[in-house]
Every structure is written in C-alpha cells, then in structure tokens.
C-alpha cells in the first residue's frame, strides 16, 4: 500500500497593500511642489517638498541639482534649528527622489494676517510684537551666517497654537481658542551659508520691497523689524550701511526700467 501522506504546498507571503498616503497640494512653484501630508503616522501632519524632474535639463546634470539643492535645505533648515532660530523641523529627506517632510507650521503667513491684525480691536500692539518677532528671527538668522534667499512676508509664518478642551472627544475636538505663538521662517530653497554683508543686505531689501508691496504702512512696520533686527544681531551695522548701498542701486534700477 502506497504513501497517502499529503504534502503541503508552499508557503507563501502575500505582498501588502501598499496605502497610498494623501496628500493636499498647497502651493506649486518653479522649482518645487509642496503638499499637506503626514509623516509615519496619519495623526502626525507633515509638509512634503518635492522638487521634481526638469524636462529640459540633461537628466544626470538634473539629478545632480536636485540632490545638491535638496541637501542643502535641510542642512540649512537643520543647523537654524540646532540653534534656536524659529524654522520647520525637518523629518526625512530623500534626495534621490528630491523629497523632504518637515514639521507642518499651522498658521497664516505675515502677508495675510497684517490687515487682519490692524482692523481688530487692540491690534496696533499686536503688530508691534510681530514685526519685533520678525526682526529678532532674521536677526538670529544672519548672525548665524544663514541667508534666506527670500525673505519675503509670504514666507514668514505667524504660528497659531490651539488650545483644546479636556473632555474632548477623539473625534470631535472642541478648541477653546487660539492664540499667536510666534513667526517662523520657511522656504529656505534659494538659501545658503554666507558671511557677507552685501548678502545680508540683500536679504533685507527684498524683505523692505515685500512690505512696501503689500501693505500702505510699510514704512513704519520695516521700520520696527529693523530696530528688532539690530538688537537680536550685536554685528549689524555693516549690514546697515550696505543696505543703504543696495536702497540706492534699487531705486536707480527702477528708474531706468
């Protein structure tokens, strides 16, 4: 009588299913798209920078910049932070892909909430603090010999921290209120190391046009960030005077067209 015993077949592993994480696009630019994500975890929210593809760049000579350009961002964002300057966490970065995740800021940026601020009830004051905020965050900044790059009020942040209530439910959360904890700086993409005054200056002027562009009292308002700016940085008065320089050829490149 013969072997009836039954052999099983083998083992094998079914491949997970891959979940695509969602992902809400916020802006797009020239040379990167940056998406509403989360990192790890859905409750962990996170901002993801994806700098993709140029079609008309050689595709080792486009890998090579983004990789580059990549690198340097969450460098730069990464030792800002090491020292205290307000900027974005970084999370992970894969350069081959030309992604970073970062620390997803809740808020509005200095652009939108100027008006806003200016027509509530008190909100002189609550100007003033922002523009000394702004000042000192930029001033820690070119005292780390960090550039922008940038610096514009879009990319100034006014961080909003919320308060919840303590029998909130998981899924229905009740805020009590919110409140403006700080600035942060973002988009450090045209950043980089440099100890030059013209460098700084520079940072500074587009920062001046940014307001004079979009605000009737930008005078003032600069004004403020300068003041603040000079406390936070004990080593800006050449950075002042070469402003100045920089003021003149801007005007003079306005007036030529």
């Not at 039954?6 to 592993?13: D, E, G, L, R, V």
């Not at 805020?175 to 980089?192: A, C, K, P, T, W």
């Not at 200056?201 to 046009?209: F, I, K, S, W």
């Not at 403020?224 to 000079?230: I, K, R, S």
């Amino acid at each position: 009588m013969g072997d009836t015993t039954t052999i099983p077949a083998p083992f094998t592993i079914t491949p997970a299913v891959q979940i695509p994480t969602p992902k809400t696009l916020i802006k797009q630019g020239a040379e990167a798209i940056v998406y509403r994500t989360t990192y790890l975890l859905p409750t962990i929210p996170s901002l993801l920078k994806y700098r993709p593809p140029k079609a008309y760049r050689h595709p080792i000579l486009d890998a090579r910049l983004t990789k580059h350009r990549c690198l340097s961002e969450a460098r730069l964002l990464i030792r800002a932070r090491s020292l205290g300057i307000p900027v974005p966490a970084v999370y992970f970065v894969d350069e081959s892909r030309g992604e970073i995740y970062m620390e997803c800021i809740e808020g509005d940026s200095v652009r939108d909430v100027l008006d806003d601020m200016l027509m509530q009830e008190g909100g002189e004051g609550k100007v003033d603090a922002l523009m000394v905020k702004m000042g000192e965050a930029v001033g820690k900044l070119h005292a780390a010999d960090i550039v922008h790059g940038d610096l514009t009020t879009s990319n100034v942040m006014v961080r909003r921290k919320v308060r919840k209530g303590l029998l909130c439910a998981a899924q229905e959360e009740v805020v009590e209120h919110v409140e403006d904890e700080g600035v942060v700086l973002i988009d450090f993409g045209l950043g980089s190391m440099s100890t030059a005054e013209e460098d700084k200056a520079v940072d500074l002027y587009v920062l001046e046009r940014a307001f004079a562009s979009t605000h009737p009292k930008a005078e003032k308002l600069f004004k403020d960030v300068l003041e603040a700016y000079q406390r936070s940085y004990k080593k800006s008065k050449p950075v002042m005077r070469r402003l100045q320089g920089v003021r003149m050829r801007g005007r003079k490149r306005t007036m030529i067209g």
